[in-house]
């Protein structure tokens, strides 16, 4: 077995380097709001203060926003989102410096949701990406790395069909044109790297499908050098996917036999795709759902280097999550850890959780995402 763990060694030829941490689904059911509740301010710093170290030794750490912010509506979690914007401070003071909006619970405030939501991400000082007014892609200049950040959703649940051509245009969807249009603009530009986060899948599902897999090797042929998946609230596969230079389709097979194999092939033209990175916060686990793998997730820890000619990926890491309650200050609070944290003893022994065996919740996790995220050598 050969893992997606790819390590280099450098010789100091590059003249800028960028490490960004990818994370998933961002979401706030209703106990996440009620144990924040202080008085009549709300406080969600506790629930990242596990995970807020691994965020902020990235240059720059991205997710999913899978809610609204919109406070002229009352706050909720399913099925209609509703955040309080101190979410989004809290997420901030963690590390986050980016937050896709393109997923199908972004209208769940109606289209002065979207609109709010995205005024209140710039407010909190994070930059927001996938719907809104004008352009919605995004650039980060970091490090001397021109970073280009884009988002689509499949959809948005139905609540798309009753808007008109105006209030559509605040959207981004899944359509070829679209995307295909977006990289040519963020290209000319002058985008060093580009970045998509794709809202699709099968919700649950333990693998991409064939429309995920597709769209996914077209993305890269057309200029994407990541591609991060979200929705399904479960790890899916993830690939290393050789850039088809000529757009000849007969030189590309099936999808698994494009896997990146050594180190010698990840060249300026290698994607890496992540068809889904499950939920990096939610109260979705064993006890709400029946579904052990909606509290495991994954954090991609991706570097790229940058010399005169050319911007790579040049190491990829994966970084098992768990998430789960835990009592704090007479509260339930859920929490996000790094799953590797249990197995090194790295957490506070005096934390009382709420699930039964914690560690072997958090190792079940490790063990679970690390298996799904290593591929056969097909040679």
């Known amino acids: 077995m050969k893992k997606i763990l790819l390590v280099f060694l450098f010789s100091g030829l590059f003249a800028a380097d960028l490490k960004i941490i990818a994370v998933g689904d961002i979401m706030f059911h209703s106990p996440q709001i009620s144990s924040a ?80 939501t995205v005024k209140s991400i710039k407010e909190a000082r994070i930059v927001p990406f996938g719907t809104g007014e004008g352009e919605k892609f995004a650039f980060i200049d970091k490090n001397g790395i021109n970073l280009a950040l884009l988002a689509y959703s499949y959809g948005y649940n139905g609540l798309e069909n009753s808007l008109n051509k105006k209030e559509k245009s605040l959207l981004n969807f899944l359509d070829e044109t679209q995307i295909k249009d977006d990289l040519q603009k963020v290209k000319s530009l002058g985008a060093d790297f580009i970045i998509i986060y794709a809202h699709w899948g099968n919700e649950y599902q333990n693998k ?63 994607g890496f795709i992540a068809f889904s990175c499950g939920n990096f916060i939610s109260n979705q686990r064993l006890e709400t759902l029946k579904n052990i793998r909606t509290e495991q997730g994954v954090a991609f820890e991706i570097l790229i280097s ?46 009382k959780f709420i699930a039964k065996n914690p560690n072997l919740r958090a190792k079940k996790a490790y063990e679970t995402v690390k298996n799904n995220l290593e591929f056969k050598n097909l040679n």
Request: no cysteine; proline share 4%; glycine share 4%.
């Open 306 to 351: 940058k010399d005169e000619n050319t911007t790579k990926i040049t190491d990829i890491k994966f970084h098992p999550l768990w998430v789960n309650p835990v009592f704090q200050n007479n509260k339930k609070v859920i929490k996000t850890y790094l799953a590797n944290d249990f197995n090194a003893s790295a957490f506070d022994k005096n934390i």
């Open 37 to 116: 509740k202080n008085g009549k301010d709300y406080d969600f710093a506790p629930q990242f203060e596990q995970i807020k170290p691994f965020l902020q030794s990235g240059d720059v750490s991205i997710g999913n926003f899978e809610t609204t912010v919109n406070e002229k509506r009352s706050f909720s979690g399913y099925p209609l989102f509703n955040t309080p914007k101190q979410a989004l401070k809290a997420l901030k003071d963690a590390g986050i410096d980016a937050l896709a909006t393109a997923n199908n619970h972004a209208l769940d405030t109606k289209i002065s949701g979207v609109l709010e």
């Open 208 to 270: 991409a499908n064939d429309f995920q897999k597709k769209l996914a090797k077209k993305m890269v042929d057309w200029g994407a050098n990541v591609v991060i998946g979200n929705h399904p609230h479960v790890v899916q596969e993830t690939m290393l996917y050789q850039k088809n230079e000529n757009n000849d389709e007969n030189s590309t097979q099936n999808l698994q036999n494009n896997f990146i194999k050594t180190d010698e092939n990840f060249t300026k033209s290698s």
